[in-house]
């Protein structure tokens, strides 16, 4: 927010023709003021931050880890990789390529923003998930591609993980019409971080009860 020479807002004394709404805008203008001094004394250090690769996504991870240094109270951030353009992970077609450039970027981008959370002892108060909408089959298409699966792999990252892999390993000898099979009901998952983490009662979200799976230390 621009700030007026002498300081960034006024605060307006209340009185008696001051009703509700007036002091609502205060007390938002207030808050809105006291963030962006946070943003500014945040972005003053951002010399500091970790190294981050060229990568879009390594942007707007170190913006989050900017945001959570910051602690403006915001509990969820959502990021995106790849999308359904050319060149995403929806792969009918030059899979390898794609797909790997994918990967690399996921990859470097998240042990950058891993390390920075760790160096400042905040890797404890975050919760990394990845998702998405499908799997994909095991045989190549005819385009160097592959189809939809009903399968596909989720990745945690964070300071309060136990590690290790969930689940078996899937086969590549018992497949669902050319795709792996499921093995871990992804709202499992979900329920995890719903309950386990931001404390929430997941069946408003998901519509049942779904049992989380043990991959948080306390």
């Given at each position: 927010m621009p700030e007026r020479p002498g300081g960034c807002c006024a605060q307006i004394k209340p009185g008696p023709f001051f009703g509700a709404l007036l002091d609502f805008l205060q007390r938002g203008t207030l808050?809105?003021?006291?963030?962006?001094r946070r943003l500014r004394a945040v972005a003053q250090n951002a010399d500091s931050a970790g190294n981050y690769p060229a990568f879009q996504l390594a942007k707007t991870l170190r913006l989050v880890a900017r945001l959570i240094r910051a602690d403006l109270g915001i509990r969820i951030f959502c990021t995106d990789l790849g999308g359904g353009d050319i060149g995403g992970f929806d792969n009918h077609a030059n899979q390898l390529g794609n797909h790997c450039a994918l990967l690399h970027q996921l990859s470097?981008?998240?042990a950058a923003f891993v390390d920075d959370l760790r160096r400042d002892?905040?890797?404890d108060r975050v919760l990394l998930m990845t998702f998405s909408e499908f799997g994909r089959t095991v045989a190549e298409n005819g385009r160097r591609g592959?189809?939809?699966g009903a399968a596909a792999p989720l990745f945690l990252a964070g300071g309060r993980l136990g590690g290790g892999l969930i689940g078996e390993h899937p086969s590549l000898a018992d497949l669902d019409q050319g795709a792996q099979k499921v093995h871990t009901d992804f709202r499992r998952v979900y329920a995890t971080v719903l309950?386990?983490?931001l404390g929430f009662d997941s069946q408003l979200v998901l519509g049942g009860k779904y049992k989380p799976l043990d991959v948080l230390r306390t």
């Open positions: 808050d809105a003021c006291a963030a962006s470097e981008s998240v002892k905040l890797l592959t189809g939809h309950e386990s983490w």
